[in-house]
C-alpha cells in the first residue's frame, strides 16, 4: 500500500485573477480525492515586485527543505516564481528534494508515472514568464499612451 502523501498548498495573487480562497478550495477538494495529508497552506495575499520577499512562498521552502512535505500543490506555474528563472530554480529544488508537484487547472502531477510531465512543467515556465513578460509590455505602452494624451489635453 502507497503512503499518503504529505502536500503543501502554494496560494498567491493569480495572474489570471482566480481569488486565493478559491485556489484553496479546489486544491483541498483535490486532496480529499487523492487522499493527500495537508500538512499547510502557504499564502500570499499581495503581488510583490522582483525584489521583494515573499514570505508565504519563503515559509513553503522552509517546510520542503524540512521534508515536511511529499508534494506542492499550486494553482498554476506562473504563480510559482516571477520569471523563467525563479520558476527554473524552484523546478531545481523540488527535483534535488524529490518533492512532487500539482498544478490545480492543469491536473498536472509530476509524480504521475508519465514521462512527458517534467518537459510539460518547463513549458509550462517558459509560457508563464513569456506571459508575464506580455503583460509588462502592455503596462508600460498603456502607461506611455496615457503620458502622451495627459500632455495634450
Request: some cysteine; hydrophobic content about 40%.
Amino acid at each position: 500500500m502507497n503512503a499518503q502523501k504529505r502536500v503543501a498548498f502554494y496560494a498567491n495573487v493569480s495572474r489570471d485573477g482566480t481569488p486565493i480562497e478559491h485556489q484553496l478550495r479546489e486544491l483541498e477538494s483535490v486532496a480529499t480525492l487523492k487522499g493527500w495529508q495537508i500538512i499547510g497552506q502557504f499564502v500570499d495575499t499581495e503581488i510583490r515586485s522582483a525584489n521583494e520577499l515573499r514570505p508565504g512562498f519563503d515559509r513553503l521552502c522552509h517546510a520542503m527543505e524540512r521534508e515536511q512535505c511529499d508534494m506542492v500543490a499550486a494553482w498554476s506555474v506562473g504563480c510559482l516564481g516571477r520569471n523563467l528563472e525563479e520558476i527554473a530554480i524552484f523546478f531545481n529544488e523540488l527535483h534535488s528534494e524529490h518533492i512532487g508537484l500539482y498544478l490545480q487547472p492543469q491536473h498536472l502531477d509530476t509524480t504521475a508515472p508519465v514521462p512527458a510531465t517534467k518537459r510539460l512543467v518547463q513549458v509550462l515556465g517558459i509560457v508563464a514568464d513569456f506571459e508575464c513578460s506580455r503583460i509588462s509590455e502592455r503596462l508600460r505602452a498603456g502607461l506611455e499612451r496615457a503620458k502622451y494624451w495627459a500632455g495634450r489635453e
